[in-house]
Structures are given as C-alpha cells and as structure tokens.
C-alpha cells in the first residue's frame, strides 16, 4: 500500500517536534508534503524557525516547510511560552536552522495540494490553532470535498480544559477558526486532552528513549524531559502528556485508540467558555455526527509504537 499523504499544521512546541519527528520516521506509512505553520505554542517567527530546526534534524531537507497565519482569525493571540519556554523548542540545545523556508504561503500551499491532488487523497495532520486551515476552507471552499480527513491534536470532554477551565488551548487561541472546520463537513478525527492526558512520558518510557542513543532519539528525550517540569506538577500526573504525536500515532496504529462517532460544537460566544468543545458523547441532542470523538489510548502500545519509529536509521 502506497504511503499516506499528509500535510503537517503545526506550531511548534516540543511535542509539536516529537509528533513531526515521529511521521517523517515512518515514510513506509506517511509521506509528509509539507509542513505548515501557524502562530500558537509561540509566534509564527518562531514556529516557522522550530519547523525548520526539527526538519534537519530529522535529515528530511527536501520537505517544504511554509510560514502561515501570524494571528488568529478574530481575537488577539494567546502563547504558551510558560509551557514551552522562550523559543518554544527549550530543552535541547539545537543548532539553528539551515535552510530557509518555502516562498507559498501555507494557506496557498494547502490549497493548491489539495486542488492539484486526487480527491480524498491528502490528510492535513492539524498539531495547532486552526487558523490556516479554516482560512484554506473559507478562500476555497472547493478543497472541502477533496480533503481525505482532518486529525486533530484539540478540545475537551470530561477532565476540562487545560488553558480555561472550559477550553483546550488549541482550540481557545482560535476558536472562530475552530468553528469553520468543525462546520465544514470534512470527516474529523479529534483527540482531546481525554487521551493525551493519558499518554504521559515517565521517567522509564523516556529512559526507552534516550537509550536508542541517536541525536534524534537524545533530543526526543530532552525535548519531553523539558515539558516534565510544568505539567505533573499542575495535573498531578506521573509524567508530562505526549499531545501532539497522537495525531500521527493514530494515523500509523489506529488500534491503540478508541472513540465514537459523536457531534461536536465550539463555543465563540461566551467568554466564560469560548473555545469549549461541546461533545455530545451520549447523543442527547438531534445534532448529527461530525466528528470521530476518541475517548481512550493504549499508552503502552503507544509509547512502543513511538520507540520503535525513533529507533529506525
């Protein structure tokens, strides 16, 4: 079976790295057009730059890396630099970047991959704000039918959010933009901090990790080890959430996860709420499916399926 096609729509963040790392380890499967950016974890300057840095670092040069949206659609930008540190990337030391990025601007690059390929054919993998995308969507409504599926690192159900106690940070730096692809009728898989909250690194799984003793595989493990300083502490939990690479673990093993066919609505009116994805788990409305919903994670499958990628050539 020829590979996946897959756009990459990131913003680079350390699990935003580890989720690109992991797709362009795994060419068998998943063959990476492009990468796009946006403005989230940190500014578009410095998303579009980690891009490049976690490019080369992965030896993938001939993969096209493009600068997008600097600001989400309506609302004044939210980072999380508290998270991910000042560049984003803190952790490793990482050399800065060679190569410059590609002259299309993301948005175009989305569409013109989609009206240029097959119908049904390319994946976009949305590891961010979904600014660029719904920006391709409203520019060209015509790539809606063509689009294989939107996966998406995003939302909440049960726990709440992790920026708001309503919102995901995702989906709370632009929900406007949220509600425009959660509208558009392309088939969506979301996984919501419900799994990602389970797919923690311990100290053991990144031990696994740093013992492949690649410069990949080290700075994998330095990259997450970083993200442990902030999020047991706030969560409680045994290790900091692997978010971002479920979207691509999903795509490679969709058998570690698990979900229903549920209706999804953002919240972009209320302040007290805004960027709250309503998930209506038990149907209790008549609002029909639009989206794949998952619920749960097997973290251990998971963490072999990352290990065993991060260990190839």
Known sequence: ????????????????????????????????????????????????????????????????????????????LVTAEHVHGRTGLDGPDLPAPRLPLAETHAVDRIIDTLRAAPGGTVTLCALGPLTNIATALTRAPDIAPRVAGIVLMGGARVGGGNVTPAAEFNIHVDPQAADIVFRSGVPLTVIPLDVT???????????????????????????????????????????????????????????????????????TRSELTMGMTVADWWGVTDRPPNALFLGDIDADGFFDLLTERLARP
């Open 1 to 76: 079976m020829a590979p996946r096609k897959i756009i990459i729509d990131t913003d680079p963040g350390q699990d935003d790295a580890v989720a690109i790392l992991l797709a362009l380890a795994s060419p068998d499967a998943l063959e990476v057009l492009a990468i796009t950016c946006v403005a989230g974890n940190v500014p578009l300057a410095l998303t579009t730059r980690n891009a490049r840095i976690v490019r080369e670092l992965a030896g993938k040069p001939h993969v096209p890396v493009h600068a997008g949206c600097d600001r989400p659609l309506t609302r004044p």
């Open 197 to 267: 909250h389970k797919a923690l690194v311990t100290r053991a799984r990144n031990d696994r990790i740093r013992a492949i003793g690649t410069p990949v595989a080290r700075a994998v493990a330095d990259l997450t080890g970083f993200l442990d300083r902030y999020d047991p502490e706030k969560f409680g939990t045994a290790g900091a959430p692997l978010h971002d690479p479920c979207v691509i673990a999903w795509l490679l093993a969709p058998d570690l996860f698990s979900g229903r066919r549920i209706n999804v609505e953002i919240e």
